[in-house]
């Protein structure tokens, strides 16, 4: 067994070499590949909100907090409490965020 990460890699270099020269040759062919075209000018845009058990959810909002609770059970299941706590506090920082930004556009008028 490897001691560190970087030994590992060290030792496997024929097999990350070439993941990652395709990773780069295949950053550059997308990044050329397209072809500027007239940009199209769309009036209707669609709502990001949806009505789940008669209460508004940001879809954003929605998913973050699905793969959120995910996880939490996922740790709580692993018996990991302590990491699963504080991973767990860390990564509601932004769905915190999203709520009073979500919070704070719905209290503000336009005129």
């Known amino acids: 067994m490897e001691k560190t990460i970087v030994q590992f890699i060290l030792d496997n270099v024929f097999i990350f070499l070439p993941l990652g020269a395709t990773g780069i040759i295949a950053t550059v062919v997308l990044f050329f590949l397209p072809k500027k075209g007239p940009a199209s000018k769309y009036d209707d845009v669609p709502s990001d909100v ?8 940001n879809v ?5 907090l699905f793969v959120w ?7 709580l299941l692993s018996d990991f409490l302590i990491p ?10 932004p769905l915190v965020i999203l709520m009073l930004f979500e919070y704070k556009t719905n209290k503000t008028k336009v005129s």
């Open 50 to 57: 949806i009505t789940f058990f008669k209460v508004r959810l």
């Open 60 to 64: 954003y909002v929605g998913v973050y």
């Open 69 to 75: 609770i995910m996880i939490f059970i996922i740790g």
């Open 84 to 93: 699963t706590l504080i991973g767990g506090i860390i990564a509601a920082v």
